[in-house]
């Protein structure tokens, strides 16, 4: 099975990250509950699924770079400078993070409880998850870890996407330029992907089978599992608009970054299908319509 690397050799791990949202209680339309009690509860759910999937989510990024079959765009860009600095690639994939969430300013993206911990907690559950787990030699052990990375990934998506805290740090940073350059989401998206397999690619990260399998499958994987954790609709405020923390985003932007293809999700009340991501561009650009973008999965 082919793998290919960057002009330098380096050894080193890759991931990334968002979901979206905040909590209410007692409000029309809060799927969560109806009263400080059930707000309360509802909250803790929410806070659970978060953590539990961006935990998941660098644990499946880790399994990726341990199967050695090819990572995501960013993961190869995050592997590619942690073999030339020294540094763990859950470190990079922190330091990365808060990069990108500076890069938000300029824009006036708002971040969120997500957004701040997708930054923090992929990179640490990536980092003691390689810890834990040894280098495979064989193809037979390798392949299905791979396999077993990406559904993983999937998982973890739909878990901290429905619980709806804040995009990710690469999810704001593709729709705060898709809102800025007037681009569509899918142009703006690739060219952020593209952008950061080249120099991973450059700098020695792993391209390969992976790298093409997670493109593909990610997209469907996050669609099925958004399904299957239900995403909450979002809650309304008194005037009928979602309140999606000023910026329209309250059904969350997550990661299944990293691969390039990518799931979209719903930031209306659920999930939707990626097929009417032109609709959602559409719906972003007319007044009041920005809480219908919807962000091509990446961590």
């Known amino acids: 099975m082919s793998v290919f690397r960057g002009s330098s050799d380096s050894s080193g791990s890759g991931g990334s990250r968002g979901s979206g949202g905040s909590a209410h209680s007692g409000e029309p339309g809060d799927p969560e509950g109806s009263g400080s009690s059930g707000g309360s509860a509802g909250l803790v759910r929410r806070l659970v699924r978060l953590y539990a999937g961006l935990v998941l989510y660098g644990a ?3 399994l990726m770079v341990r199967a050695d ?4 765009p960013w993961d190869v ?3 590619g400078v942690s073999g030339h600095s020294g540094l763990t690639i859950g470190t990079v994939v922190i330091i990365t993070g808060a990069a990108v969430l500076l890069l938000w300013i300029p824009l006036r993206e708002r971040p969120g409880l997500g957004t701040v911990s997708n930054v923090i907690v992929v990179g640490l559950a990536m980092d003691g998850t390689l810890a834990a787990l040894p280098e495979p030699d064989a193809l037979a052990v390798r392949a299905p870890l791979l396999l077993a990375a990406v559904v993983l990934n999937g998982v973890a998506t739909g878990l901290y996407i429905t619980a709806r805290f804040g995009p990710g740090p690469r999810d704001g940073l593709m729709t ?8 569509s989401v899918r142009l703006v998206r690739t060219g952020i992907e593209l952008v950061a397999l080249a120099t991973g690619f450059l700098l020695g990260g792993t ?4 790298t093409v399998l997670y493109a593909l499958a990610i997209g469907p994987l996050s669609q099925f599992f958004l399904r299957v954790f239900g995403a909450p609709a979002p809650a309304r405020t008194d005037d009928g608009r979602d309140d999606g923390h000023g910026s329209g985003r309250d059904g969350g932007h997550g990661g299944g970054h990293h691969g390039g293809g990518g799931a979209e999700s719903g930031t209306e009340g659920g999930t939707e299908d990626s097929a009417e991501s032109s609709a959602a561009d559409s719906a972003a650009d007319r007044p009041g319509g920005r809480g219908r973008l919807r962000a091509i999965l990446r961590p």
């Open 207 to 210: 391209v390969g089978v992976g």
């Open 69 to 72: 079959l090819g990572l995501g």
């Open 60 to 62: 499946s990024l880790a």
């Open 77 to 79: 860009f995050h592997q």
């Open 176 to 183: 705060g330029l898709h809102r800025v350059t007037r681009r």
